[in-house]
């Protein structure tokens, strides 16, 4: 919670104060017997960038549907059930993802089916950067939205499986309980982080647009990490 309020406040102590206690977090959990968070499996490669890559994408994907609920509430002056019918559209790609991502990554290896999920949940929602104030703007959040989406989910399919496929079954248990709450300290984390930088600029949508680029240059950082750090099955 120091951390969060520090983000959104631009409130140094927060910060610090957040940073310290989540050290004496992981210092703690490090050496119990029984700890709330394997830690110490972050070691495993596959594990470590499969946290890496969960975070990014949820972080990112739930700052993502932040600014876009303001933008339709806030700069279209949508109300709540129209916002909720926009989402709807490109909610039916999560849907149509998660029955086919366990296809592709059977077929292409989870290490490229997550590296080209994650670009298209970044790098094809880059175009929302061009938002206007403007409803006839649909004609690009709503298709945008929709292929991100698809990546979104591919990509959360793709993640989980690095993150708990080698460890030994005695540990399965431990890895699926670090990538859930690296999703969840995600989600806590990305809303605030990208609303903290949409309010540096004055104007909405000027702010929308500074946050929009932020998610998607992280991103695209993450995955030239992951492409360098995660070597591909076989190797």
Not at 156 to 172: E, L
Request: charged letters at 10%.
């Amino acid at each position: 919670m120091a951390l969060v309020f520090g983000i959104i406040e631009w409130f140094v102590p927060a910060l610090i104060a957040g940073v310290v206690l989540l050290a004496l977090f992981f210092w703690i959990e490090r050496r119990a017997t029984a700890p709330l968070v394997a830690i110490e499996m972050l070691a495993r490669p596959s594990v470590r960038w499969g946290n890496i890559a969960a975070f990014t994408i949820f972080s990112m994907e739930a700052g993502l549907v932040f600014l876009m609920t303001l933008y339709l509430q806030d700069g279209l002056h949508f109300g709540p059930l129209t916002t909720g019918l926009v989402f709807g559209v490109p909610g039916f790609a999560s849907v149509a993802a998660g029955i086919v991502a366990g296809r592709i990554i059977a077929r292409h290896g989870t290490r490229p089916v997550l590296l080209a999920a994650l670009l298209v949940q970044g790098g094809l929602t880059a175009p929302l950067i061009l938002l206007g104030a403007d409803p006839i703007w649909l004609w690009l959040l709503v298709p945008a939205l929709f292929v991100g989406f698809l990546g979104h989910i591919a990509a959360v399919v793709a993640a989980t499986v690095i993150a708990t496929s080698a460890v030994a079954d005695a540990d399965a248990g431990l890895a699926t309980g670090l990538v859930t709450t690296s999703q969840r300290i995600a989600v806590t984390v990305g809303i605030p982080l990208l609303g903290a930088v949409m309010v540096i600029p004055a104007d909405l949508l000027a702010g929308i647009h500074l946050a929009r680029a932020v998610d998607v240059v992280l991103t695209l950082m993450v995955v030239a990490l992951i492409t360098a750090g995660l070597r591909p099955q076989g190797r």
